[in-house]
């Protein structure tokens, strides 16, 4: 629509032009001056005036002449449109109308008024151009008279310019006038003197004229083309400009319908851009433009669906500015289906009446900055729930936080800053004022400065500073010490923004530490108390002592400890007590007081030695003795009931701790404060915790000293021992050498009645087996019965002698061990051979025993006592057959692993426990609850005894693993000959 109303300005703009069906111009001028003959003078004459028909004649045919120049020059300014090739043939056309010799036209410079020399004919064309000043020379007379104007004699005419009229004598000039406007001035000149009549004037005034109009419209055509032009590029830049631009815009007329949509409009609908029109351009009404609209599911930011009338086009078609604070602000659902945020600007479009004619609408997507908007709009919400989290989290701290800004002013100060410096707090506006805060360092003394507090630190130099110690003095006069810590705060380019601070008072804390150290001191004291007390106890007379004379004396260790607990505490009295069991019970007896008088003292002494012997925590409700005696500390306030009580001394409140070491009580502290008006004390958990870590070391005190006591009594029942294990070792040797000769001598005599008895046996069965068979009948069996008897008590006789030789065997070798005189004869054994040799001789002494051997067919050789070792399994042997069923079997493994050879002897006994284990090869020891179950009856406790020793004297180990009810496995190790040692199985 827009191409058809351009082309229908355009034709009517531009009139048809048929110059090629006129003539040329030179043809036009010769018909213009047929009329005149050859020798017709270039000049007009004066024609004499006597014949006025003649006058009449030559005027008329002047007129016609004129009338067809006139008409030529129209011809000939309809056949040009441009100035350039329409003038230089008016100015040929003017030159031979007036039958001159030179014709020039010059147009006016609307900018600076001269006039310039736009055509010449008859003249130098290099006079094309120049320009004269206004009213210089004849052309600018005319000019600025408009008026016509002639000069006979231009040498003489006082405005002439020689030099550019040079060969020119007269010249006749006529203004270009447009109405009131000078367009130019149109010159004709000649060679020769001539004076132009009033008819030649008049001729180039009427010419001036027809050439006025033919360049008004020229230059009217020319602006009205330079204009299309520059409109035509205008559009096109505009339209570039408009099809570049990354916001979508629309045009619309007066009814809605959308007349022109740019690319990224179509961006913006989601659809390609030869469709964007389409689905709203081919609207008829505003309606069906709404209606389409709709289909984009419009809403505003907060998600509302917008009315039709509230749309961009209606509110511009209404003349509402959508521009500033009145942008609108939409999201739709484009036609991809993808959300969209929009930012929507608008104007009313009018004509030059004001009229409204249409609207424009430019829609930009901000999709991307809402999300940023949003994003942001979070981020600040919750940097708003964090500030206000942070502000409540650091209210709450115990500890002091002040946050300030770049200058040092604080933009947050919580309650325990302002506990700490006071509810006077100066709230400094930058960090100069900081040496209002009054502080010294704690290790020099010396004041801090405005610029040495931390935070100024963090500030100015981006110091971190950790738990600098200052003593200060607060805004309301109080002395504190504190630890303040410091550090900058920055910004993500690294540029200090404000700085924080953690403010810790440790002044109860450094009162704690002085009695922390104090209580140290006392702990030391009493430790080189400890280190410094002899290492034996007093004796009185032969060292015996009872516990009821023990209770009638103070001990120092004690007594130092008590006064040491009462400088810790600063309290009036500390009483000690030690506790002993007896039978079952616990007794306790004083051995130290401090901080009575001497009366009172001695008072409290009889008392507590008349009251014993007394039971620990006797007079106490059953749960707080209860609670005493498992190391609980006792408050017992004596001015209420239970515990309510008149007493001598002034005690009010009690506390009552226990003293325990290991696991074990040896005694009670006591201490108690005195109030000057008589009111119970108070005990803080403080005190309560110092008074338990001295009774704790306390104890340790006691427990020293009774342990040196008891190690006094030990000492001599080790003497006694010693003396009697020694008389014991005489007793051994000499009845071991004084039984063998006679156990030796039954043990023969034995064997050779059960020797010389078979053979009675074997010649009676020989002499009865021949009288049988010469005398048929006879009854052999009735007579050897009785020497069978005898045989079979002879056996359990021999065998009773050499249980007997073996016990005397073993108190020889417990000799020998005690002196030392048990010899050894090492050499390479066998030891595979042994263990079978050991095991069958068992088999063959228990017959009915099933003994079964567990060994590699190769040899495990060591070096050792062939004889001592065999005696070693020969005990494991007997202990398993003695302690297990005669029908559960025993088995006897032997294997060789790494550089160690293992025997192990494996019985189903009823097996021991971790306390029947605990001494089993002592000497002398039977394990309690463990009872023979077949084989031979108790021996003396020596063979485990004796197998150790020998085992170890030959550097191997000896061992037993058990438990109830799964038997027992005893096992020792011997080192392999250093040619038989193998690599460890992996």
Known sequence: MTSDRKQRNHQRATPPLHSDQRPPLAATLVDASAAPTSDQPDEPQDVPQTDPDLNRYIRDDRDADTLRALAALTETALAHRSLDSLLPELAACVRAQLRADAAEILLADDDTGELVVRAAHGLDASAIGERIPPTDGLAGQVAAQRAPLAAAD???????????????????GAPLLDGDRVLGVVQVGSVRPRQFSATEIRLLEQLASRMARSVAYAQALHAAEEARHSAERRAAFLNTTLEALGDGLIVTDAEGRVLYGNPAFSALLGVAPTDAIDFVGDSTTSDEVAARLRLLDVRDTQGNPLGADDFAIARALRGDMLSGPDTLEIQIRRLDGQQAFLSITGAPVRDASGELIGAIIAARDVTERQRLEDTLRQRTLDLETANTRLSTLVEVLPVGVAIVDAEGKPLLINEAIRSIWGQRLLMAENASQYGEYRGWRTDTGEPVTAEQWGLARALNRGDVTVGEEYDIETFDGQRKTIFDSAAPLRDDTGAITGAVSVILDISEQKRRTERTRAALDAYIAITQALAEAPDHAPQDGDGAETADARAARENPLARRLAELTRGILGCARVAVTSVEERDGRLYDWPVAIIGMEPELEKQWWDEQVAARPREAGLGLLPADRERLLSGEPLLLDLTRPPYQAPNTYGVTTLLWTAMRTQ?????FLALDFVDP??????????????????????????????????????????????????????????????LRTPVTTVKVNLQLAERRTRQAIQAMTQTMSQAAASEPGAQAGVRGKPLTQL?????????????????????????????????????????????????????LRDPERLIEMDAPDEPIMVLADADRIGQVLTNYLTNAAKYSE???????????????????????????????????????????????????????????????????????????????????????????????RAEPAD
Do not use: C
Request: neutral net charge; hydrophobic residues 40%.
């Open 154 to 172: 231009l040498w003489a005419h006082p405005t002439s310019r020689p030099s550019r009229l040079a060969g020119l004598r007269s010249a006749l």
């Open 886 to 980: 005669a029908d559960r079997p025993i088995v006897v493994t032997l294997r060789a692993r790494g550089a160690r050879a293992r025997v192990e002897v494996r019985d189903q006994g009823p097996g021991l426990t971790p306390e029947q284990r605990r001494h089993l090869f002592a000497r002398f020891h039977r394990a309690e609850g463990i009872e023979v179950l077949s084989g031979s009856g108790v021996g003396l406790g020596l063979g485990l005894y004796i197998s150790k020793t020998i085992v170890e004297q030959h550097g191997g180990s000896v061992g037993v693993e058990s438990a109830p009810g799964k038997g027992s496995v005893f096992w020792f190790e011997l080192s392999l000959a250093e040619d038989e």
């Open 663 to 667: 696991g074990q009580l040896v005694g």
């Open 677 to 738: 008006d008589g009111r119970p004390h108070t005990f803080t958990r403080e005190e309560t915790q110092i008074a338990q870590a001295v009774a704790r070391l306390g104890a340790v005190a006691l427990q020293h000293d009774r342990l040196l006591r008891e190690r006094e009594i030990a000492r001599a029942e080790a003497l006694a021992l010693a003396e009697a294990n020694r008389r014991m070792d005489e007793f051994l040797s000499i009845a071991g050498h004084e």
């Open 791 to 843: 045989l079979r008590l002879l056996a359990g006789a021999t065998q009773a002698a050499h249980r007997q030789e073996r016990m005397v065997e073993d108190l020889l070798d417990v000799s020998r061990i005690s002196s030392g005189h048990l010899e050894y004869r090492m050499e390479p054994l066998d030891l595979t051979e042994l263990a079978r040799e050991m095991t069958q001789e068992q088999r």
